[in-house]
Nanobody, 121 residues
């Protein structure tokens, strides 16, 4: 199977920056779109940013101009650079990818365990 490992979360002051990383490992054959989601207490999980295999990106309106998603296909890694963080960005951030693993049939969605981002005022 494929495992996703996130890192880079933490506690920062408003206006600060964090860089989240998520690396896929295991029996990775092909990764398609990759993205970052977040979920705050009492709220639904929402898409923050997505990057397609060809590099096309899209962002939630709330993070446009502040967050940048990128990927390194050679390392099977997706990043989320978060600048000018606001308290409302506080959430657990999850990485996601759709991919094909050796030894499995077809493409599946894979999720990381999540990393906490807390922004204080």
């Amino acid at each position: 199977q494929v495992q996703l490992e996130e890192s880079g979360g933490g506690l920062v002051q408003a206006g600060g920056s964090l860089r989240l990383s998520c690396s896929a490992s295991g029996r990775v054959r092909t990764l398609y779109g990759m993205g970052w989601f977040r979920q705050a207490p009492g709220k639904e999980r929402e898409l923050v940013a997505h990057i397609a295999t060809g590099g096309d990106t899209n962002y939630a309106d709330s993070v446009k101009g502040r967050f940048t998603i990128s990927r390194d296909n050679m390392e099977n890694t997706v990043y989320l650079q978060m600048n000018n963080l606001k308290p409302e960005d506080t959430a657990v951030y999850y990485c996601n990818t759709r991919g094909v693993a050796y030894g499995t049939v077809g493409a599946h969605d894979y999720w990381g365990q999540g990393t906490q981002v807390t922004v204080s005022s």
